[in-house]
């Protein structure tokens, strides 16, 4: 099964000034959470990220929220480990709107998912073991299909970060790269931003 991009929304977790510097490859790390959130604006997947308690642990990183802000993205500030205790599984899943229009509307089969209708949750960040993890067994509980973007998450240590996957795969969350994740949003190279993907990507 391929990830939809029509069916997909963007987490990014906790990628906050005081707590990168202590990360596992954190430069990689940050690369390509920066690239996800540009893919996200490219091809207008629905983005949201989280901050664990900002006044200790910082906000987001400069090069990380830049992208976020060109994906529109919307910040949760959170104490909880995990986000979804905090109010994320609202966002992501909002209740459904009566439906709207009159019969010159688009066909169904042309319109843009709903958010409520948008159950693939593309998701990476840190710490992988601890608020990553918890907010993605929780997406998974909730029953959203969970795609955990291995090469943008992260731990203080390689063991807890790679403890995470091993976890999380058990769950049924499936782990994916940031190429992947790319390639299969875009599925050919004919699509109007491939080429702009592409350079994200080299």
């Known amino acids: 099964m391929l990830i939809d991009v029509d069916m997909s929304q963007l987490v990014l977790v906790d990628y906050q000034t005081r707590l990168m510097p202590a990360m596992f490859e954190s430069e990689l790390v940050v690369a390509n959470a920066v690239r996800m959130a540009k893919l996200a604006a490219l091809l207008e997947v629905p983005a949201f990220y989280t901050e664990q308690y900002p006044s200790g642990l910082g906000h987001t990183v ?3 929220k830049a992208a976020l802000d060109e994906a529109r993205a919307r910040v949760l500030n959170k104490m909880q480990f995990s986000a979804i205790e905090e109010g994320l599984g609202e966002w992501l899943r909002p209740p459904a ?21 948008r159950s693939a949750i593309v998701i990476a960040g840190c710490e992988a073991h601890v608020c990553l993890m918890q907010t993605a067994l ?16 992260s731990s203080r240590t390689e063991r807890n970060r790679d403890a995470a996957f091993d976890r999380l795969a ?3 969350a499936e782990l994916v790269t ?5 390639f299969e949003w875009i599925r050919t ?11 994200l990507i080299k």
């Open 178 to 182: 940031t190429e992947m994740v790319a």
């Open 97 to 117: 709107k009566p439906v709207q229009g009159n019969a010159r509307s688009l066909p169904k089969h042309l319109q843009k998912p709903a958010a409520s209708e």
């Open 189 to 199: 190279a004919e699509h109007p931003v491939f080429k702009e993907a592409q350079a």
């Open 138 to 153: 929780d997406l998974l509980e909730d029953e959203f299909e969970v795609w955990v973007v291995s090469d943008a998450c």
């Open 170 to 172: 058990g769950a049924g």
């Open 62 to 64: 400069p090069e990380v």
